[in-house]
Structures are given as structure tokens and as C-alpha cells.
């Protein structure tokens, strides 16, 4: 579970906490005239995410829309999001003061957007500086708070993966562990790709998606370890960035979905909207690769160590998500020891990519 | 730097796991990560039990085989390290429970390589920055340069 800190204060100022802000966003519903929920399959459990106003609904649905499904009356977990501009309301000035100097004194905000004072073992607050998005959540009671000043302004990257903090903390609540990988292959079995930004995890996935493989992440997604690794896809999203990248996937090229921002934003798409056949709920984890750019023509692949594997998967995660510690690396470790691990050597010659995991696949 | 008391794993800033004769360490409040192998992971798993720097001695001096003094300067020089990273506090009593566990009598010792911390900083750049930060302006597949391995204190 995600590690509070202790900092002495009673348990019930965390509870005040909460309902103080929860407070504010029903002032928001009120102001929108009511709520809109949709519910999302996540992992294998229903999540309701509770829209007051209707700024955050076309920006934060669309990575999740294949995992949308039906009203459902017991979720795991709600969320309520709502943002200022599109409610007309205001954060309490004390927290928007307190949010504010935060940006500027930034030090007194934990690494990963930890608000340590604010944290103990139920409740997790934490704030991202950039987007500037407000997460809370109350481990026991399952209800989190998601707030942006404007919807309008959220980054490409809160966009295509929306709520990453939350469904952290309630995933590793709930025997997931939520990961930095991509991962794609077939119904029966597929692979997990791991390793840091700028290793070819997003162009492998891409490749592997023209190609005619499922796919589950090009980033982030949930996984289990038992009974059977497992992957849980959370977004439909693939990004792109630059002319070139583009040019190399014609079939993705036409269904940019933020065509104004590409000077400064990556390109982003839904796959949903446009290869719904192709975007795959989860599967079971066959190996994990630790794609590696190389000027070789041929892509190889190359057995590697689980501890090496362990050092791709482990930090890149752990830095990127708020309170996540010692227990998800142990569950990243016994991932790692069960399913064997290669370096995938891309070739300049990409159609191979494909066809190389179909090969390890069908051996394996 | 200080090889007197006893060596503590800085928690929860600093986690940790063994798989197949390595051990990968993360620390959380700065964005660096580390590799140990050979001796290096029955040191850090020996840390991990609350040893002092005579207990770590004698421990390893029975399970590898070299000089005594130098398995004691190589312990030496790695927890300096381990300190100057940030990886470890150093207490006057012992905080964990138990003793370090009691190598058998009789066990067959393997030859003593240096123990070598491999030190990542390549993904300091994640902590509270862009979260998506992947290829090179240049998109795939030009390379991102990247931010390197380096052994650490001397020993590599």
C-alpha cells in the first residue's frame, strides 16, 4: 500500500479535510445543475467517475472510452472532478491561497507531488505542479477528489492519461500495481514493453498496432500478479511527437486528435475511435522487453537478467507515482521473477518488430 | 564518514529488492537508482539485518575467499559510499530485531570480487516534470543521449 507518513495529527482533521473540499465540489454540482456519472472497468472492478459540469468530461473520457461500460450501482470507487471555469466556483481561498504558494515554494511539496502533510494512511493528497491538478483520496471509504482550476488548460499528457494518481493509490489498495510500460501482443498472451521515456516503447507499441497485434498501453497500465501475470489496459492513447514520427505511421497520421497544439504539445490519439478491433482490455504477460534503439537493420532479441529487467521497470515507475514505495516493488519483483525478460533491439527495418514478438510469442 | 555503529537502509526513501544476484536500489527523494552483484548483495542484504562493520566482516570473510584486510577495505570503502549516497543512516544501538544470520560451518567460500555500486542518474528528469517525456525532438529513432551509469566510490 502507499506509505503515509505519520505526522502525529489526529485521524479526524484528515476526515475534516476531505469533507471540507468534498464540500466545494458539491457547491460545484449545485452550480451545474446536478452530476454526470459514467462508469469505467478498471483492472477487472467498476470505477464511477462523477462529472460536475461538463469541462473535464470530453477531456478526461476518451483515453478511458474502452473501458467504458454500463451504470453500475456498487463501484470501487468514485471519483468527483469538477474544474472552476466551467462550474463557475471557486476553491475555499484558504486552499487556493495554500495551492498557490505551493507553486512557489515548491520545496515544501514532496518529489512526486506529495502533500505530506495532508497525507497519512487513508487519506493521499498530492498536487501537480504544470497542470496543477488537485488528487484526493480516502483509502477507506474508496472516494476520491479530482480538481483543475480549467479543464481547458490540462497538458496533452494529463489528457491522454488521465488521473494516473488516483488510480494509482486505489490500484495498489486493491491488489494492482499500476505501471510504467507499454504492453501488446494477442488475447491469449502478449508482452509488457518497460524501460524509460525515449527507449522506443511508444513506436514498438505503434508498430506492433499497423501491424494488426492488440494493444493495451504505450505507457502506463495496471498489472496482477496472480493468479497469472496479467496487464490491464487503463488508455486507448498513443502519442506521437514531430513531423517524422507522423510520416512513419500513415494509418494513425489522419486521427490526430489535438491537430492546433501540435507545435508544442505531442500528437495524441484515441484508438477507440478509430481501431476499437485493435485496443485490447488486458491479457495475460508472457515476457517483458526493454526495447533499445539500434542502427542494426534486424530487430533481435537478447535474454536478459530479471534483475536488469527489475532496474527498468522499478525506478521509472516509482518516480512517477506519488507514495508508491517499497510494496510496489516487491510486487515489480515478482513480476519480473515470472515471466522471462529480453532487450528487444529494434531494427531500422520496423516491419520486423511485429514480427519478432509474434515469434517469441508463438514459442513461448 | 563513519564505519562505527550500526548500518540502517534509509526508509521509506530508499527501497530495494534481490532478484537473481542483484540488488536494485531506488531512492525515492532524488531520482537515483542503483545495481549491486557478487559480494555487494550479501553486504546490502547483511545491512539490511541492522549489522555492525565487525559483523559484516566476519560475515563476509567466511562465505568468500581473499585476504581478510582486503574483503575489510573493500566493506569499508562501500559503505563510505552507501553513506555519501544517501542510502544509509548510522545509529549507536541496533534498530532492527535480530542478528545478522550465521553463515554455516563448513560452507564452501567463493572467490571475493569487488563489491561495485552502479550508480543511474538518467531519470533524476522525472521527478515533478513533464511525466511524459520520451523521444528526442527528432522523433524515433534518434536517440536520447543517455544520462549514463557510473561506478561510485572508487571501486569499479
Known amino acids: 500500500m502507499s506509505a503515509g507518513r505519520d505526522n502525529g495529527f489526529p485521524e479526524d482533521e484528515y476526515l475534516a479535510f476531505f469533507q471540507f473540499i468534498y464540500a466545494y465540489y458539491k457547491k460545484a454540482e449545485n452550480k451545474s445543475a446536478g452530476y454526470q456519472d459514467r462508469f469505467f472497468s478498471v483492472g477487472d472492478r467498476p470505477v464511477r467517475l462523477r462529472f460536475a459540469g461538463n469541462g473535464l468530461i470530453p477531456a478526461l473520457t476518451p483515453a478511458l472510452a474502452h473501458l467504458e461500460i454500463p451504470l453500475t450501482n456498487?463501484?470501487?470507487?468514485?471519483?468527483?472532478?469538477?474544474?472552476?471555469?466551467?462550474?463557475?466556483t471557486e476553491l475555499p481561498s484558504i486552499i487556493s491561497r495554500y495551492l498557490d504558494s505551493l507553486g512557489e515554494w515548491w520545496i515544501h511539496l514532496g518529489k512526486r507531488g506529495e502533500i505530506n502533510e495532508l497525507t497519512n494512511e487513508r487519506i493521499h493528497t498530492a498536487y501537480h505542479?504544470?497542470?496543477?491538478?488537485?488528487?484526493?483520496?480516502d483509502l477507506k471509504e474508496n472516494l476520491a477528489m479530482y480538481w483543475v482550476k480549467d479543464a481547458q488548460a490540462l497538458p496533452y499528457y494529463e489528457i491522454g492519461s488521465p488521473l494516473r494518481t488516483i488510480l494509482h493509490w486505489w490500484a495498489d489498495r486493491g491488489a494492482y500495481q499500476f505501471i510504467h510500460a507499454g504492453a501488446v501482443g494477442l488475447a491469449a498472451g502478449g508482452v509488457l514493453l518497460a524501460g524509460k521515456g525515449g527507449t522506443g516503447k511508444s513506436t514498438t507499441a505503434l508498430v506492433c498496432l499497423e501491424?494488426?497485434?492488440?494493444?493495451?498501453?504505450d505507457d502506463y497500465c495496471l498489472v496482477k500478479t496472480d493468479p497469472v501475470p496479467f496487464v490491464y489496459s487503463l488508455y486507448n492513447t498513443a502519442k506521437l511527437r514531430g513531423?517524422?514520427?507522423?510520416?512513419?505511421?500513415?494509418?494513425?497520421?489522419?486521427?490526430?486528435?489535438?491537430?492546433?497544439?501540435?507545435?508544442s504539445d505531442k500528437a495524441v490519439f484515441f484508438l477507440q475511435q478509430h481501431f476499437p478491433q485493435l485496443v485490447s482490455r488486458g491479457f495475460p504477460i508472457k515476457a517483458i522487453l526493454l526495447p533499445l534503439v539500434t542502427d542494426q537493420k534486424e530487430?533481435?532479441?537478447?535474454?536478459?537478467?530479471?534483475?536488469?529487467?527489475?532496474?527498468?521497470?522499478?525506478?521509472?515507475?516509482?518516480?512517477?507515482?506519488?507514495?508508491?514505495?517499497?510494496?510496489?516493488?516487491?510486487?515489480m519483483k515478482k513480476l519480473v521473477g515470472q515471466v522471462p525478460g529480453y532487450i528487444l533491439e529494434l531494427g531500422t527495418d520496423t516491419a520486423k518488430i511485429p514480427e519478432t514478438i509474434l515469434g517469441l510469442l508463438s514459442n513461448g | 564518514m563513519d564505519t562505527l555503529g550500526y548500518f540502517?537502509?534509509?526508509?521509506?526513501?530508499?527501497?530495494?529488492?534481490?532478484?537473481?544476484?542483484?540488488?536494485?536500489?531506488?531512492?525515492?527523494?532524488?531520482?537515483?537508482?542503483?545495481?549491486?552483484?557478487?559480494?555487494?548483495?550479501?553486504?546490502?542484504?547483511?545491512?539490511?539485518t541492522g549489522a555492525n562493520f565487525e559483523e559484516l566482516t566476519a560475515e563476509i570473510t567466511k562465505r568468500y575467499r581473499a585476504a581478510p584486510d582486503d574483503i575489510s577495505k573493500s566493506i569499508r570503502e562501500l559503505l563510505i559510499t552507501l553513506q555519501k549516497e544517501g542510502l544509509?543512516?548510522?545509529?549507536?544501538?541496533?534498530?532492527?530485531?535480530?542478528?545478522?544470520?550465521?553463515?554455516?560451518?563448513?560452507?564452501?567460500k567463493i572467490?571475493?570480487?569487488?563489491?561495485?555500486?552502479?550508480?543511474?542518474?538518467?531519470?533524476?528528469?522525472?521527478?515533478?516534470?513533464?511525466?511524459?517525456?520520451?523521444?528526442?525532438?527528432?522523433?524515433?529513432?534518434?536517440?536520447?543521449?543517455?544520462g549514463g551509469q557510473t561506478n561510485v566510490g572508487g571501486q569499479g
Open chain 2, 88 to 108: 544509509l543512516q548510522v545509529t549507536s544501538t541496533r534498530r532492527t530485531e535480530g542478528r545478522a544470520p550465521q553463515t554455516p560451518a563448513g560452507y564452501k
Open chain 1, 243 to 263: 513531423d517524422l514520427d507522423l510520416e512513419r505511421f500513415p494509418l494513425l497520421a489522419p486521427f490526430v486528435s489535438n491537430k492546433s497544439r501540435l507545435e
Open chain 2, 111 to 146: 572467490k571475493f570480487e569487488l563489491p561495485v555500486l552502479e550508480k543511474y542518474s538518467d531519470m533524476q528528469e522525472l521527478l515533478l516534470l513533464d511525466p511524459i517525456h520520451e523521444v528526442d525532438e527528432d522523433g524515433w529513432p534518434n536517440k536520447v543521449e543517455d
Open chain 2, 8 to 48: 540502517n537502509i534509509k526508509k521509506p526513501d530508499v527501497v530495494h529488492e534481490t532478484i537473481d544476484g542483484e540488488t536494485v536500489i531506488v531512492n525515492l527523494e532524488n531520482g537515483v537508482y542503483y545495481s549491486l552483484r557478487n559480494s555487494g548483495v550479501d553486504i546490502w542484504n547483511l545491512i539490511e
Open chain 1, 129 to 137: 505542479l504544470g497542470p496543477n491538478i488537485l488528487s484526493i483520496i
Open chain 1, 211 to 217: 501491424a494488426g497485434l492488440m494493444y493495451a498501453s
Open chain 1, 74 to 88: 456498487a463501484p470501487d470507487l468514485s471519483v468527483f472532478l469538477w474544474d472552476n471555469v466551467s462550474t463557475g
Open chain 1, 299 to 331: 530487430t533481435r532479441l537478447r535474454p536478459v537478467t530479471a534483475g536488469a529487467v527489475l532496474a527498468a521497470l522499478a525506478p521509472s515507475t516509482l518516480f512517477q507515482l506519488p507514495g508508491a514505495g517499497s510494496t510496489a516493488i516487491k510486487t
